[in-house]
Each structure stands twice: as structure tokens, then as C-alpha cells.
């Protein structure tokens, strides 16, 4: 063993101050690279000054890229280690010096003819990664070669190159005849390269209306026999591309969900949740409802094992579990204590968790759920505790027997004084008024206790509409709105157009006490405003009660449209289109996908005679809501009738048990046994687009696609506009 | 599928970066410390997941570190942070402990690591077994040069060829873990068993395993008579070894194992528990000056087995002083870090029960306007008030059983065949308990 010259590495001991700068700095590195000559035996020396080079990129040392022709006359020497540094620092500064980066490519070139399969697979990799013209026109010709390498490593490399040269330069992609001969690895007989061209087709099908991606069943079923030989990311591809499939028959589609079925016991929870996505999907052209509630019943034990996952997985889960809850009730029906809080939950997984115990409260559960809710009102991060009080006081009108119940646990919040509970509190109390007109209005007392407290225009708006709507029974309604038209002026206008219809109430049900106020406020409201629609509501209530008080009377203390609780419920086509994307980022942001995703290409459910109507047919039933629940959206309530059209509990074991256990194992033994020729029948070309191309598929979108995206969307938001939950 | 993947310290510098699709500006990471501090002021916790500008970002914490990834697609969200946490578990492998030494130590191994696990994107790579065999630290230590191995496009991704031990065995430990939410009044809101079957397996050759356990389903659907117990799994994960179509099929668990350490199976158990050891506690307050806690554990599980390290942790107010305490058995110590009484016990038989009492002096006597009045009686469970560190935390119980399992799950067998080498082999099988999250809320004050 000979003793490597290691001092001889950190010789800088001449001058310091000068190898600091960074010319010195350059020149040293340049020194030490092609220092040790031919005693240098293993390359030690260059190893070491590389290493050094490496450090310096990572640290944006720029000064680096001075030593590129250094760094291409290393790439001949045939050792790994040396390669992979030299093609780590080429990737990272080709864009920045082209004119030198070209003199790689004949050196790569070479490489891709290596013996070791290791050696060409990383110089395609490399080659493919550097966006610069000559690169990729020396690739696409390169690629077709290794695209029938005889090793799988290679080939599921160059698999993926296809996606990246696509990504540099499509027309010549397009030109060239890469893309049939991607899909012509569809027929290799490794799995792992299928499921890679699978998820290189799909890649670049998702950037280019040009291309149209046809599943059928066969190839569809043979994607399925391969998948237990997947690697648990090549499973999660394949899955990801059977979504592209459109099963022509019922059946089709649930012998494919059934044989797809095993992977929710998969460790991998990306694995188990394209899964649920896929089995979601199929659902939509199943008939038989029987088997509909045999894979509902599948679907809930793996959806609630990932919330016993890590809090990001766990959150994932959560917000998709909301839209599985809508769209499929039978999945999580019984399920209500699994979304109690753990003290330690992250505040993100407990708002979700609350927004799913809301969905889940009914007449049954409802004690249990209010002694949860009780609990959460006295943690300690704000925003939790201003929804679980606002929860309470929607559960009140969500269900109507326990209103009783839900108003004293809001009392007895109420009562200790916390400024932002009294808050929530009063707004969520006024909405149960106009629920319950004439019923609850002996609280109003308490309520009246606590007015110095509120600070927030909301829940000063509520209670000034309180006031007002109920003049007549609060012995000093006139004191109290005249304590709050003290500081009329400087309210905001929310306040101020509560405080001047309920002003305009008190007067039309006590004269008397209101004839001073009247013209004092409609005074300041049609004089001293510069807002245009308090100016306005201002001129109408004068004239109305200039002209004839009667007619005034009825109109405003008219009957009102009664509210529900049930408005926050997603509008079922932006439902469906999320169901389709089921464990992406827009089921977390909860967001239609063109709103957040502007060049994403659109999903939805494509026709076929399999394809179940009632879940399609977009017969609104739509019901008012008022402002604080809704954002305007017509909410649909699509989950009655999803009930309806389950007959009753099936018992999936009797039907769907013996049978389709049968068929799910004689066609993955077929499948199995044919040749892998029948892949060749799946195609993607060049054509129209079965996607409906252009993306003006009229979804209709609760928020405006074109308005500029909010500055941070936490999915947690509340009621900001363009979130799709409001709790 | 990512466009870029980060590594930043907490302060949010960039250590390391890889740039996989070139399609966002590597500037946007400089987005990112100032978009979670933003978030972090409206809430205490920020998801996982947020997005700026048209630009994702996906991250996790891990010890001092950040790991990000940023993408423009709407992509498997679960897919790329299942990948960092992947990257975590190959690194710490690698590393011994993922943290910013490591990555600064390690630039060239993580960028090879980086280039190996992910392209274009897209997860490739990540049994970190597999990697270990042609991407290592010293690679002048290879005698030949590396060649990628055969299992990472193979069927069998989690094991290679040719392992040979002298002796070969199996050790499987079966660890259970109980999670318990139980109210102020002592109803269980929610149970649940969060059971795991680990192996450590060093075994030669290509063996191929047969895991037999006392699964209520699979007694169902082979028609098998039950000798004593069998249990119902609500739900079994696997590791990707398992065949899970022939799991589907006829509930056997046959695979070909990984070499050494891993978890072969998890599985979660709905039935109801009893806590294995139950807490009552009465919390007086006098006067405002002083409170009084009473606490009453019993073991409720056989006489023949002990609970282990018993802890039960009493939260307390956070200006609480001059603690004064009595029980009949193990210690009780005063933890004002994190304002609690933690009551030890070594060693807890079955069906004992134990008492113990703690005072602690209050230094001021709070009056209703400074610290929420009513929430304090009513509701706080602590003297703390809303917004104290003490408000609302409940009372945590830890311990281990060893030899039991909660749920009853029992090993049957473990078959082990190597068709080529036919070696004698001998499986080892360890039961354990453990307390998992378990939470009893504290009464109101009386």
C-alpha cells in the first residue's frame, strides 16, 4: 500500500490572503486538478480538488465556472466517482457557458457505448438533463438507440428522457418518432420499464392537447397483472395511468376495481390513496349497486389508518376524507370518533378534523359531538377555538332538535368573557334568530351583557342587527344603538349599513324612541358617505318611509328566506372534477384545479355506456344561503341523492364476495399468461383530443379563474374568498 | 412529481439543492422562509402544503433541517412527501443522522443519492439496501466497478442475491402500541391498537417466508376450526415484499423478505379497550392559593404480568411552587419545564392499585379579569387560564407490557423455505406493549 501525497492537497500555505480572493481561489483548484500527474494512482489528488469544486457550486461559488475546461479534459478519465462530478458540475453550468459545455457531448457520446450499464444510463441522464440546444438535437438520435438497450436500467432511463427532451424542445420530440417508440416499451417484458414509459407518456400527455392517451380494457387489465412486480412508485404510475381508461361496461369496471383492491393493504399510503382515487373513479360506471357498497366498505379502513400516519399524510388524508364524505357518505358513515382531536394534533389536522366532525354530526351523535366541541373552545390556538364556536352554533341550525342544546353550550361559552369567543359567539347566535325566529330570544339578555367586548366589525354587525330586528323586546334598544352610532363615522361599512337598517327597524316598531335617531343617521348616511351603497340603502329607506309607513313596515320587517347549514357543500361538478384528482394538491387546497393549476390540463368523467347517470345529471337542487355560510355558490346537494339510489345495506360478502373473488383470479391468471403483445395495442398519438381540448368544458367554478391567486393559500383559510369550505 | 428539492437549515438558507425540471426559477426557495413565517403568525401549525405565485411548496421538518420540494403541477401531493420522508430514511441510513453537518459533510454521496432516488421528478430508487450497493462513500473501496444491481429493475426491488450467512434466523418482535382518548368523567371517547410486526431476518439465499398468525378472516375463509382466540384486523398494511393479491385471495402472508431490519406488516384494531392502566383524578383548588391533585392508578390487566417504567404525567399550572407530595409507591417529581408532576413507577403489577397525592402552592390569587374568569372554573382543568402553557393539556400515561399484547394477536408459525440452499433456520418471536398516545382529560376544578 503506497502512502497517497494527501499533504500535498492542502499545500496553500504560500499566501493565504491571496489564495482567499477568489481568482486565487480558482487557480488553486486549477493547480491541485491537474497536479499529481501519472503518481497520481487512483486519481486521489483530483478526487479531493473536485470534491472541493462540488462544495463551492453548492455553496454558489460562481467563480467556478472558470475551471470548465479543466473539468472536460477530467470527463475522459474512466473512473465513476470522477464522471459523476464532472457531470454534476456540467448539468449545473452548461446554461451559463454553452460554448464549452458542447465539447462534453463527444465524451458522453463515448460513455453511452460503455459496457457498464451504469456508465450509459448516467450519460443519457446527464446529457438529457442540460437544455441547450446542441444537446438535445445530439440526444433525441441517442435516445432511440438506448430506448433497446439490453439492460432495464438503461431502458427505464431513456424512458424518461423521451419526457425530458419533450419538455426541451417538443416540435423536435414531435418530429422525430420518440414518442412511438416510447410506446412501443409498453410491450417490454420488465415491469419496472413499463410502469416508467407509462409515467413518461403520461408526463408529457399532461403538457400537450396534441396528444390523446387510449386505455383499453386489455390493456387496462394487463397494466393491473403487472403491478404487484412494480417497485411501490412504479405501482403508484401505473395506477396514476389507469385513470385514463373508460371502462365500456359495468362489469369491466368492477372486476378492475376488485383487482386493484389489494393495493390498499400497501405500506406506501401514496400507493393506497391513488388507489382509493382509481376505485373512486370506477364507481362511476358500476350499475350494480350491491358492489358499489361492497368497495365503499373497502375503501374506509385504509382511509382511516392514514390518519394514524405522520401529520402530513394524516392531513392529506383529512382533506380528502371531506370530499369522499360527500361524494360516497357510505365510506365513513359510523366513523365520527376517529376525527376527535388528540391535544397534540398540528392546528391544520385538527380544523380539518373539525370541519369532518361537523359533516358527521347528526340527531344521534349530537351529545357526544357537543361535549367534543366544548373541549376544543378552551384550547389555546385562536383560530381552532373561533371554529369549534362557530361549528356549535351551525350544528344548532344544522339540527334542529339539539338547537336547544347547541344555544346553551354557546351561553355557557359566552359567560367566560373570552373577547374572540364572545365574538364568534354573537354572530353565530344572530344566524340562529333568523333559523329560529320568535324562539330563542330570551338570551338576548345575555348577549346585551357582553357588548363592550365586541371589537370586530362582524360580530358587532350581528349584534347591531339583533338590536334592530328585535327593538321592540330590549327594553333600551334605543340606548343601545345609540352607544353604537356613537362612533358612526369611523365604522367600517359592514357596521355601518347593519347599524342603519337596524336603526330603521327600531324606529318602524317603536316610533317614538326611534324619531330622533332616524333622521340623524339617514343623515350621515346619504351626506357625509362616500360609499355608494350605503348612500344608497339610505335614499331607499327615506323615501320608503316618506312615503307610506305601512307598506315600510312590511318590507322591512318582512318574513325572511330561511338559511341552512348544508351550503358548504361543493358544487358537484367541481365535486366530481376533485374526486378525480384525489390525493393531489388541489384536494388539500380544496380549490377546483383550473383556479390554482391555470395550465393543468382539465378531468372529467368521460361518457360511455357504463357511465352512471344519476351521478351526471346536474338537475339542481339548489337551496338560498345566507352570507356568512355561502360565497355565493349554488351548492347542490347531490349526496341525497346518492342515497336514494342505494337500496339499502347490501351485504357485499354474499354477492360480490364468491363470484367476483373467482373473476378477479381468472383474469389475472389470463393476464398474466398472454404475451406482452397486447400492450401494443395501447396507444398514444397525435390526434384530437378526448379531453375536450381547449379546457371550456363549463365547469362552473366557484372562484373566477382569472382573478389573481390570494398571496399564501394555507388550506386552512377560512372563509377567504375562493376557499371551498367555510366552517 | 417535483421540479426541485431543497435542503434548508431553519432559518430557511439553502444548504443543498437539486433542480429536476428546470421549469421554476431556483430564486422561489427565497420565497419560502417568508411565506411560513407569514403563515405562522395567523396560525400556530402550517400545512404541509401551500402555494405562492403559481408555485407549490411541499415540505417536512427533520431535526434541523427542511426538506423541500417545489412543483407547478397539480401532483400526487401524498407521493411527494412520502419521497422526503423516503430521502430522510435513506440519508439517516447513510449519514447515521440526517442534520445540516450531514449534508454539508456529504455534498457529493447526497447529490449521486438525489440523482439515484428521483429523475425528471418522478421517485425511482429508494430501498436504501439496494442503494447502498453501488452508490457508497468510499467507493475506491470497491474492488470492481459498480454496476447497477439487478433488483432495481427487478420484480423483487428489496433484495439481492447471493446473501450468505452462517447462521441463519429470524427475529420478529411483535409491538403493540395503545392510543386512548379518555374524557373527564372516564368514558373512553376513542380507543384504538396500532399493532407492527418488525423483523430482523438473516437469512442466505433467495428464502422465500410463510407468516401465519391467529387472523379471524383467514380461520373464515379456510374453514379452519379456531383453537382459542383469533382476532379481527380492521385494516393490515404491508411492507412491499408481500404478495397482496395472495393476501386478498386467501389471507396467507407469504414474501420474500428484505435482508435485515424492516416492518412486515402494521394493522389497527377499532374494538374497544380498556385502558390497561386506568387514572382517576380530583383536582381541588383552595382558596386559589393552593391545589390539590388526587390521583388513583389500577393496573387492569392478568396478575402474571408488570407493566414496565410506568410515567404518569399531571400537568400542572405553569407558576405553581412548593410542591409537596405523598403515594404508597414509586416517586413523584416536580417537571416545571413542562409544568407537570410526573409520577414514576419501575415496576406495576396486574390488578394492583395505587394512590397518590400532590399539593402545590399558587404564588398570586388570580382574579377574574386577568385570566378569563370562568374558563379558569369551568372549564380550564388547570389554574392556568386560556393562553397558558396549561391550558386544557391532559394527563399522559406511559408504560410497557412486555409478553402481552393487548389485542391477543398470536404468531402461528413461520415457514421458512430455501428451495436451492435448504438451510435448518430458526424464527424467534418477542411480544410487547406499549403505551402509545394515550390522554386522560383533566377534570374541572372543584
Known amino acids: 500500500m503506497m502512502a497517497l501525497p494527501l499533504g500535498f492537497v492542502y499545500m496553500p500555505t504560500v499566501s493565504l490572503q491571496k489564495l482567499r480572493s477568489s481568482q486565487g481561489k480558482v487557480a488553486e483548484l486549477r493547480l491541485e486538478l491537474n497536479s499529481g500527474g501519472k503518481k497520481d494512482k487512483n486519481y ?33 478519465i474512466s473512473s465513476l466517482e470522477i464522471k459523476k462530478m464532472c457531470f454534476l458540475y456540467l448539468v449545473n453550468y452548461a446554461r451559463v457557458r454553452p460554448e464549452i459545455a458542447v465539447n462534453a457531448i463527444p465524451i458522453l457520446e463515448h460513455d453511452m457505448e460503455d459496457s457498464n450499464p451504469l456508465v450509459r444510463a448516467l450519460a443519457l441522464r446527464t446529457m438529457s438533463y442540460i437544455h441547450v440546444r446542441e444537446f438535445v438535437a445530439a440526444t433525441v438520435p441517442l435516445v432511440k438507440h438506448m430506448l433497446r438497450d439490453s439492460d432495464p436500467y438503461v431502458r427505464k432511463t431513456a424512458a424518461f428522457c423521451v419526457a425530458k427532451l419533450y419538455d426541451h424542445d417538443r416540435h423536435m420530440v414531435e418530429q422525430s418518432d420518440l414518442i412511438d417508440r416510447l410506446n412501443s416499451l409498453l410491450r417490454d417484458d420488465n415491469p419496472t420499464v413499463v410502469a416508467s414509459a407509462l409515467a413518461g407518456l403520461m408526463d408529457i400527455w399532461e403538457r400537450s392537447d396534441a396528444i390523446k392517451l387510449t386505455i383499453d380494457y386489455t390493456n387496462a387489465s394487463k397494466m393491473v397483472a403487472i403491478l404487484a412486480d412494480c417497485s411501490e412508485w412504479g405501482q403508484t404510475y401505473i395506477l396514476e395511468a389507469l385513470m385514463s381508461y373508460v371502462p365500456q361496461e359495468s362489469g369491466e369496471a368492477s372486476l378492475l376495481a376488485e383487482r386493484i383492491a389489494p393495493r390498499l393493504s400497501h405500506s406506501n399510503s401514496s400507493v393506497v390513496l391513488t388507489c382509493i382515487r382509481v376505485i373512486l373513479y370506477l364507481m362511476n360506471y358500476i350499475a350494480d349497486q350491491k358492489q358499489i357498497s361492497a368497495l365503499c366498505k373497502k375503501l374506509s379502513p385504509p382511509l382511516v389508518t392514514l390518519l394514524a400516519k405522520g401529520p402530513e399524510v394524516q392531513y392529506l388524508a383529512l382533506r380528502n376524507a371531506l370530499l369522499i364524505l360527500q361524494r360516497r357518505p357510505e365510506v365513513l358513515r359510523n366513523d365520527i370518533r376517529v376525527f376527535f382531536c388528540k391535544y397534540n394534533d398540528p392546528i391544520y389536522v385538527k380544523v380539518t378534523k373539525l370541519e369532518l366532525i361537523f359533516m358527521l354530526a347528526n340527531e344521534k351523535n349530537i351529545d357526544e359531538v357537543l361535549t367534543e366541541l366544548r373541549e376544543y373552545a378552551t384550547e389555546i390556538d385562536v383560530h381552532f377555538v373561533r371554529k369549534a364556536v362557530r361549528a356549535i352554533g351551525k350544528l344548532a ?96 361599512v359592514e357596521v355601518q349599513l347593519a347599524l342603519l337598517t337596524a336603526t330603521v327597524k327600531l324606529f318602524i316598531q317603536r316610533p317614538t324612541k326611534g324619531q330622533e335617531l332616524v333622521p340623524k343617521v339617514l343623515k350621515w348616511a346619504t351626506e357625509e358617505t362616500d360609499n355608494p351603497d350605503l348612500r344608497d340603502r339610505a335614499y331607499m329607506y327615506w323615501r320608503l318611509l316618506s312615503t307610506d309607513m305601512n307598506s315600510a313596515k312590511s318590507i322591512v320587517m318582512g318574513e325572511k328566506p330561511p338559511i341552512t347549514a348544508e351550503s358548504e357543500r361543493l358544487e358537484s361538478s367541481t365535486l366530481e372534477e376533485m374526486c378525480l384528482n384525489v390525493g393531489t394538491l388541489a384536494t388539500v387546497y380544496l380549490k377546483p384545479v383550473q383556479s390554482v393549476f391555470r395550465s393543468a390540463r382539465p378531468r372529467k368523467l368521460i361518457a360511455s355506456p357504463a357511465l352512471q347517470k344519476q351521478y351526471l345529471a346536474n338537475d339542481i337542487e339548489t337551496q338560498k344561503s345566507i352570507s356568512m355560510f355561502g360565497n355565493g355558490s349554488q351548492p347542490t346537494n347531490i349526496d341525497l341523492r346518492t342515497r336514494n339510489a342505494v337500496p339499502s345495506p347490501a351485504s357485499p360478502a354474499a354477492n360480490g364476495g364468491g363470484n367476483l373473488a373467482q373473476a378477479v383470479n381468472d383474469a389475472d391468471a389470463y393476464f398474466s399468461s398472454i404475451g406482452t403483445q397486447q400492450m401494443a395495442a395501447m396507444r398514444i398519438d397525435g390526434g384530437d383530443d378526448g379531453f375536450g381540448g381547449g379546457g371550456l368544458n363549463g365547469t362552473g367554478y366557484v372562484v373566477n379563474a382569472l382573478a389573481p391567486q390570494a398571496v399564501l393559500q394555507p388550506a386552512h383559510g377560512e372563509g377567504s374568498n375562493g376557499d371551498l369550505l367555510v366552517l | ?153 427487478n420484480a423483487v426491488s428489496w433484495r439481492s442475491e447471493g446473501i450468505r450467512y452462517r447462521k441463519n434466523e429470524v427475529f420478529l418482535d411483535v409491538v403493540e402500541s395503545l392510543n386512548l382518548l379518555v374524557s373527564a368523567n372516564g368514558n373512553v371517547l376513542r380507543s384504538e391498537i396500532l399493532g407492527a410486526i418488525k423483523m430482523k431476518c438473516y437469512l442466505s439465499g433467495m428464502p422465500e417466508l410463510r407468516l401465519g398468525l391467529n387472523d379471524k378472516v383467514m380461520f373464515e375463509t379456510t374453514g379452519r376450526s379456531t383453537r382459542g382466540k383469533a382476532i379481527e384486523m380492521e385494516d393490515v398494511k404491508f411492507h412491499q415484499c408481500v404478495r397482496l393479491s395472495r393476501f386478498e385471495n386467501d389471507r396467507t402472508i407469504s414474501f420474500i ?168 433456520s430458526l424464527p424467534w418471536v418477542r411480544y410487547i406493549t406499549q403505551s402509545g398516545d394515550i390522554a386522560v382529560r383533566l377534570p374541572d376544578v372543584a
Open chain 1, 44 to 76: 486521489a489528488t483530483k478526487k479531493i480538488a473536485l470534491k472541493r469544486i462540488v462544495a463551492n457550486m453548492t455553496m454558489s461559488n460562481n467563480d467556478m465556472v472558470a475551471l470548465f475546461p479543466d473539468i472536460i479534459q477530467c470527463m475522459h
Open chain 2, 257 to 424: 423478505p428484505p435482508d435485515g431490519e424492516f416492518e412486515l406488516m402494521s394493522y389497527r384494531l377499532n374494538t374497544q379497550v380498556k385502558p390497561l392502566i386506568w387514572v382517576e383524578c380530583l383536582v381541588e383548588s383552595h382558596s386559589g392559593s393552593r391545589i390539590e391533585y388526587m390521583l388513583k392508578a389500577r393496573a387492569q390487566f392478568k396478575r402474571r404480568s408488570t407493566a414496565n417504567n410506568v410515567e404518569i404525567i399531571v400537568p400542572v399550572p405553569d407558576d405553581a411552587d412548593s410542591p409537596r407530595f405523598r403515594t404508597n409507591v414509586g416517586s413523584v417529581h416536580y417537571a416545571p419545564e413542562q409544568s407537570a408532576i410526573v409520577w414514576k413507577i419501575k415496576q406495576f403489577g396486574g390488578n394492583k392499585e395505587f394512590l397518590m397525592r400532590a399539593e402545590l402552592g399558587l404564588p398570586s390569587v388570580r382574579g377574574d379579569d386577568e385570566h378569563g374568569g370562568g374558563m379558569t372554573g369551568g372549564f380550564g382543568g388547570s389554574m392556568g387560564g386560556i393562553g397558558g402553557k396549561g391550558a386544557k393539556r391532559p394527563i399522559q400515561v406511559k408504560f410497557e407490557i412486555p409478553y402481552f399484547t393487548t389485542s391477543g394477536i398470536q404468531v402461528r408459525y413461520l415457514k421458512i423455505t430455501e428451495p436451492k440452499l435448504q438451510y435448518p
Open chain 2, 1 to 153: 412529481m417535483a421540479s426541485a428539492i431543497f435542503f434548508l437549515d431553519l432559518k430557511g438558507k439553502t444548504l443543498l439543492a437539486r433542480n429536476y425540471r428546470g421549469d421554476i426559477p431556483m430564486s422561489a426557495v427565497e420565497k419560502f422562509p417568508v411565506l411560513l413565517s407569514e403563515a405562522e403568525e395567523e396560525s400556530s401549525a402550517v400545512p404541509p402544503c401551500f402555494s405562492h405565485e403559481g408555485i407549490n411548496y411541499l415540505y417536512i421538518r427533520h431535526n434541523n433541517l427542511y426538506l423541500l420540494a417545489l412543483t407547478k403541477r397539480n401532483t400526487n401531493a401524498a407521493g411527494i412527501l412520502l419521497f422526503l420522508h423516503k430521502v430522510v430514511e435513506v440519508f439517516t441510513e447513510y449519514f447515521k443522522a440526517l442534520e445540516e453537518e450531514s449534508i454539508r459533510d456529504n455534498f457529493v454521496v447526497i447529490y449521486e443519492l438525489l440523482d439515484e432516488m428521483m429523475d425528471f421528478g418522478y421517485p425511482q430508487t429508494t430501498e436504501s439496501k439496494i442503494l447502498q450497493e453501488y452508490i457508497t462513500q468510499e467507493s475506491h473501496k470497491l474492488e470492481i466497478q459498480a454496476r447497477p444491481p439487478i433488483a432495481v429493475t
Open chain 1, 397 to 492: 341550525i344544522k339540527i334542529e332538535p339539539a338547537a336547544r342544546r347547541c344555544i346553551d353550550l354557546l351561553l355557557e361559552l359566552v359567560a367566560t368573557k373570552v373577547t374572540y369567543i364572545v365574538q364568534e359567539a354573537t354572530v353565530v347566535i344572530r344566524n340562529i334568530f333568523r333559523k329560529y325566529p320568535n324562539q330563542y330570544e330570551s338570551i338576548i339578555g345575555t348577549l346585551c351583557e357582553h357588548l363592550d367586548s365586541l371589537d370586530e366589525p362582524e360580530a358587532k354587525a350581528a349584534m347591531v342587527w339583533v338590536i334592530g330586528q328585535y327593538a321592540d323586546r330590549i327594553e333600551n334598544s334605543d340606548a343601545l344603538l345609540e352607544d353604537f352610532l356613537y362612533s358612526f363615522q369611523e365604522e367600517p
